[in-house]
DNA sequence: CTGTTAGCGCATTCAA
DNA sequence: TTGAATGCGCTAACAG
């Protein structure tokens, strides 16, 4: 088999210029129609297809967009990838895949390696804003956080303080009364929960925190195992509500309450965060908060395009926040 | 913010030729180790990263395999891009996916697209071995099939018949007897569960089909819709088990059954496929073929080296059939 | 309308 | 041990 052919096996084979075939295979108005359908023809026949590589160095950019997370198996981020390559596809790029683990260390060698790529865009989801791999990258490359969100770099994000808001709110509106937080030290969405009980000057509205972390898919079963090392059927129901920073987490309440015996929603209401499909395969199906992924890549990708243009995004409009929802299931929902 | 750096600026900063520069990044054995140190302080401090698309040009390869899946959500699928991306990176490769959806149109796009990227290798789960964009591919480019697997072309899947054969060898042994398949019309697991029967001589065994396909997350709601309508309470207990064609399928049924009601695994035993995560977070959890995932992606990688070399598989050699395992879990366990 | 030429960044071959 | 020259494939500027 002969080697992959080039615009110049076409220009021979039609016994014209290469710069000729170039411009046919482009479309440009100063060729002939005849010479250009016998050019497409003698292309197809070959079996020829431009490479990328070439253009790129040219500088012409090279088609290829980034996404480093922290996990790509996670039910929330995999959801992302497929909308980051369908809208990608729409719009002529490739997506590459870079797993992080959330590792600024593993960010590093990740982000040496789409400068190398020249990737002509990332979509990032930093282990933190301080992340001097991220910083790299954001000053290096076009880069938009999402997920998250940060006033100093181009970012759409869900307002997660909103997303607890609106837990916090459901909670209280079923009159729930004592709330068990899972999740990371320090979540916005806590801070939303926390703020808005403050707002409602509820007093004797008892929240206690569980510290639990990760990206793998290990985490519900370790949520599962602390809650069960911790708590027992009986003092479990120092609650009568559970909110887990994600999906995971909170799936591993439910199991844990399970096995404890503890009627959902009726002893003890389970909320998730993310709207994972996770949440709606679990039963009872899982109340959780939903990030508005489809609206959130198009705008990712808008302002990506921005970027890719070499504009500088003033620092009013770099930020995005995108408005929550709370997706009531039978997790937390009592009935009339 | 001045220009990316190459080795140009390195050699003018340093005062030596390109080449010279060149040498030393690439460690030339006939370069001072003096003059090494300093070139590789000044590109450091440029913040120089060589080019991938110039070597590309060049003939070096890409460094780049992309993975053409017919859903990037589906919890098997996302596990698997998470090994294969890790298992890439591990071998110094980045990892490009695209999303066929299962539509051999879109594979057509697709491989011209790896074609005109000049990937450097292909890992493939086509919508048909019949495909063109397939063979297309895999004429042109070093191409592992996974998780399917076909004499002809080089592949590494797992013998979906013999896991067939697992699931019914179980519901046997626990004394089933009356099964009901959903899946695709025509799938090798369903074979391989008939031929177990057959094997065994089994008399008495009914089996009935329930046709449903699908690579999205949808499916698992479809597939719950179809059972509701078609069965109510009594007449699904023509079945005592029912062996769904992936998780998601098997975990329809299982909404299904509990919303009929239905006791499992006591009145009716649920088995899937896959062993994906959402077997694990399903209660009862569900009982599943699981497929060697870690070891058919080193298996593939180590045949796409093969292929990367230019080497020619053998006939003989080019298919590995690896053998699945049963997890018993909760759905289908009555215990002793 | 079409051909010639130059250059993108890099590694290598050939000279020195 | 190093430098100069070459070519990978493509497009655009410049000439006809």
Redesign the interface.
């Known amino acids: 088999m002969s080697a992959?052919p080039t615009i110049a096996d076409i220009a021979r084979e039609c016994g014209v210029s290469q710069s000729t075939v170039s411009r046919a295979l482009r479309d440009h108005p100063s060729i002939s129609e005849a010479r250009k359908r016998s050019i497409r023809t003698a292309a197809e026949n070959l079996?020829f297809?431009?490479?990328?590589?070439?253009r790129?160095?040219r500088g012409e950019g090279?088609k290829?967009v980034a996404c480093v997370v922290p996990?790509?198996?996670?039910?929330f981020?995999?959801?992302l990838?497929?909308r980051l390559?369908?809208e990608g596809?729409l719009q002529g790029y490739?997506?590459?895949?870079?797993?992080s683990g959330g590792s600024p260390n593993a960010e590093k060698?990740i982000v040496?390696?789409l400068?190398?790529?020249?990737v002509d865009g990332v979509f990032f989801i930093p282990s933190s804003f301080e992340s001097s791999a991220f910083r790299?990258c954001g000053s290096?490359l076009p880069t938009v956080v999402v997920t998250l969100q940060s006033p100093e770099w181009p970012s759409i994000g869900t307002s997660h303080e909103e997303g607890g808001r609106l837990v916090a709110e459901h909670f209280m509106e079923s009159g729930r009364t004592s709330c068990l937080l899972i999740g990371p030290h320090d979540d916005e969405k806590f801070r939303g929960f926390d703020a808005y009980l403050d707002s409602r000057k509820v007093a004797g509205f008892r929240v206690e925190r569980l510290v639990a972390d990760g990206w793998d898919?290990g985490l519900?079963a370790t949520v599962q195992a602390n809650l069960l090392e911790n708590y027992d059927a009986r003092s479990i129901r120092r609650f009568d509500c559970i909110f887990g920073n994600n999906d995971l987490a909170a799936?591993g309440a439910?199991?844990a309450l399970?096995d404890l015996g503890i009627a959902v929603p009726a002893g003890i209401a389970v909320c998730g965060f993310d709207d994972s499909?996770?949440a709606?395969?679990?039963?009872p199906a899982l109340s959780s908060v939903a990030q508005p992924v489809s609206l959130m890549v198009r705008s990712a990708f808008a302002l990506l395009q921005r970027l890719m243009t070499g504009e500088t995004i003033p620092p009013g409009e770099r930020s995005y926040s995108l408005k929550p929802h709370l997706v009531v299931r039978d997790s937390t929902y009592l009935g009339k």
């Open positions: 992959r079996g297809e431009s490479r990328i590589s070439a790129t160095l090279s290829l996990s790509l198996s996670h039910p981020m995999s959801c990838i497929e390559e369908a596809a490739h997506l590459m895949v870079a797993n060698t040496k390696g400068i190398a790529r020249q790299l290096v898919e519900t799936l439910l199991h399970q499909p996770w709606r395969v679990s039963r």
